[in-house]
């Protein structure tokens, strides 16, 4: 069984820090995609940024030049570190990795709970 677990979400003032984490664990063979994404209240999630086995990044243009996704492949974890927060950017913050269990297995798309982050004063 694979588990998503993130961390590091909280209150924060605008123009602050914080960084999230998220470690897969279980049943591991290979992750090839791991992302953030994020739903505020009333709004549809959308995706803040990804990155490959290979290190390629993606980013929503709303985060770009704020935000960096980075992973740790040895710890199957994923990190997003948030700067210069706005309160637009208050939501839940949800990882996903697409991953198999064994090298025979179909990639499979697993979620993490979500951790709430809010930019307030």
């Known amino acids: 069984q694979v588990q998503l677990v993130e961390s590091g979400g909280g209150l924060v003032q605008p123009g602050g820090s914080l960084r999230l984490s998220c470690a897969a664990s279980?049943?591991?063979?290979?992750?090839?995609?791991m992302g953030w994404l994020r739903q505020a209240p009333g709004k549809q999630r959308e995706l803040v940024a990804s990155?490959?086995?290979?290190?390629?990044?993606d980013y929503a243009d709303s985060v770009k030049g704020r935000f960096t996704i980075s992973r740790d492949s040895t710890k199957n974890t994923v990190y997003l570190q948030m700067n210069s927060l706005k309160p637009e950017d208050t939501a839940v913050y949800y990882c996903?990795?697409?991953?198999?269990?064994?090298?025979?297995?179909?990639?499979?798309?697993?979620w993490g709970q979500g951790t709430q982050v809010t930019v307030s004063e």
């Open positions: 279980g049943r591991i063979f290979s992750i090839n995609v």
């Open positions: 996903n990795a697409d991953l198999r269990v064994t090298n025979m297995a179909p990639p499979s798309r697993y």
């Open positions: 990155i490959t086995s290979t290190g390629s990044t």
